[in-house]
């Protein structure tokens, strides 16, 4: 629990440090473009100061030459340059279409009007006047998305980097997870056999025989538990199975090895008494007993436990409820990872199992449906219906 929580502190430190760099980006840029902008005005005021001095008519050839050199300096800023009535009497650096040239300036014209950059007046006089309007720059435009653009970049690269991290992570994990498994399968083997002959040789000597059945019957669950974890890792056959005969099977093995105050209920309309899923039934009861477990542990062994059978869409659902201490909201996808436990000497491995089961090897789902601290919690399980 101490290992996710710093987790999510992590995430929320990388998620603020992100921020941070975005905004310090935006902000620089900001400012790095506003000043261009101002650049760019007292450009376009110069070049409308050298437009007015062209009209001269006692300007001499070397300043005539310095005039012309200033306004053909401008290669990026578009202009346009208009009377009173707004008729276009020159342009430049737009990319002017062949077709309707004359629509086109004006489109321009009133989108530079609406822009607010303008008009700057050259008096050419005699009372004559022209008025040069004018728009930001193509580098300047490519400016002001630099920061959106590269923080995209940065959040595609890193989100690549996750997702191939993860899924590195997750293969490793498979790998173990299936190595343990069948290792413990191998484990529990040997002494398993073992136990069988002596039940034989305990049922020939004089003891009752109800211990010795119960006995019996704790030692072919050690033989479901071997069989199941050496079904991990390996392709599970999915056979129909009816899902009520199977969970009262299940309860009545878990009722008498959970508290006595612990109560468990199936309900399902008569409709549903013939409901068949598609699962590995060894696999498929091992979810349904760590459930229970869960159940029981969050109940402090006083409660009640409830499966509701239903359909959601084209799948079956099996809805496990419990009275007990309920789960945060914060903790409720979180559980299901390993490692997670509320218990001083917990694994946090049971719940990372059931998904396991549910999802990779039954192609289901499983989360928390609704839970309320204080009032308890409902798992759904969706599974194709066989």
């Known amino acids: 629990m101490e290992l996710y929580s710093r987790k999510r502190w992590?995430?929320?430190?990388?998620?603020a440090g992100a921020f941070f760099i975005g905004a310090a980006s935006l902000y620089y840029t900001n400012r790095l473009t506003s000043k261009l902008r101002q650049e760019e005005t007292r450009k376009m005021e110069?070049?409308?100061?050298?437009?007015?001095?062209?009209?001269?008519?006692?300007l001499d050839e070397q300043s005539l030459e310095l005039v012309f050199e200033?306004?053909?300096?401008n290669t990026t800023v578009p202009l346009i340059i208009a009377d009173e009535k707004d008729t276009i009497l020159f342009h430049r650096n737009l990319d002017v279409p062949e077709k309707k040239e004359q629509a086109y300036l004006q489109r321009?014209?009133?989108?530079?009007?609406?822009?607010?950059?303008?008009?700057?007046?050259?008096?050419?006089?005699?009372?004559?006047?022209?008025?040069?309007?004018?728009?930001?720059?193509?580098?300047?435009n490519q400016?002001?998305?630099?920061?959106?653009?590269?923080?995209?970049?940065?959040?595609?690269f890193v989100l690549l980097a996750y997702w191939a991290f993860s899924s590195a992570r997750r293969r490793e994990q498979d790998q173990v997870w299936v190595g343990m498994a069948k290792e413990t399968a191998h484990q529990l083997g040997t002494p398993t056999s073992s136990?069988?002959?002596?039940?034989?040789?305990?049922?020939?000597?004089?003891?009752?025989?109800?211990?010795v059945d119960e006995m019996r019957y704790d030692i072919q669950r050690l033989q479901i538990i071997t069989d199941r974890f050496s079904k991990i890792g390996s392709k599970p056959d999915l056979q129909p199975v009816n899902v009520g005969d199977m969970l009262h099977e299940v309860i009545g093995y878990i009722e008498h090895r959970i508290s006595s105050g612990v109560r468990i209920e199936v309900n399902a309309d008569d409709s549903l008494s013939e409901l068949k899923i598609l699962v590995n039934r060894p696999l498929f009861e091992w979810v349904v007993e760590n459930l229970c477990k869960n159940a029981a542990d969050a109940m402090h062994g006083k409660g009640t436990?409830?499966?509701?059978?239903?359909?959601?869409?084209?799948?079956?659902?099996?809805?496990?409820?419990?009275?007990?201490?309920?789960?945060?909201?914060?903790?409720?996808?979180?559980?299901?990872?390993?490692?997670?436990?509320?218990?001083?000497?917990?694994?946090?491995?049971?719940?990372?199992?059931v998904r396991r089961i549910?999802?990779?090897?039954?192609?289901?789902?499983?989360?928390?449906?609704?839970?309320?601290?204080?009032?308890?919690?409902?798992?759904?399980?969706?599974?194709?219906?066989?």
Do not use: C
């Not at 136990?195 to 211990?211: A, F, Q, R, T, Y």
């Not at 990779?360 to 066989?386: A, M, Q, W």
């Open 143 to 156: 400016l002001r998305w630099f920061p959106i653009v590269q923080l995209v970049v940065v959040i595609l």
């Open 46 to 58: 110069l070049w409308a100061k050298a437009n007015r001095h062209i009209a001269r008519p006692d």
């Open 108 to 140: 321009e014209l009133q989108k530079m009007k609406e822009g607010g950059r303008g008009p700057i007046v050259i008096e050419l006089g005699y009372g004559q006047n022209q008025y040069l309007y004018y728009d930001d720059s193509s580098i300047l």
């Open 10 to 15: 992590w995430k929320f430190f990388l998620m």
């Open 195 to 211: 136990l069988l002959g002596w039940i034989e040789v305990l049922s020939m000597k004089n003891i009752e025989k109800s211990l």
């Open 358 to 386: 549910v999802e990779d090897y039954h192609n289901g789902r499983i989360f928390v449906k609704e839970s309320t601290p204080g009032k308890g919690t409902t798992f759904r399980i969706l599974v194709d219906e066989g």
């Open 305 to 353: 436990i409830s499966f509701n059978l239903g359909y959601q869409n084209s799948q079956v659902y099996i809805d496990v409820s419990d009275t007990g201490k309920g789960i945060p909201r914060k903790y409720q996808k979180t559980i299901f990872k390993p490692g997670y436990t509320t218990k001083k000497r917990g694994w946090g491995l049971g719940l990372t199992l």
């Open 70 to 73: 200033i306004i053909q300096n």
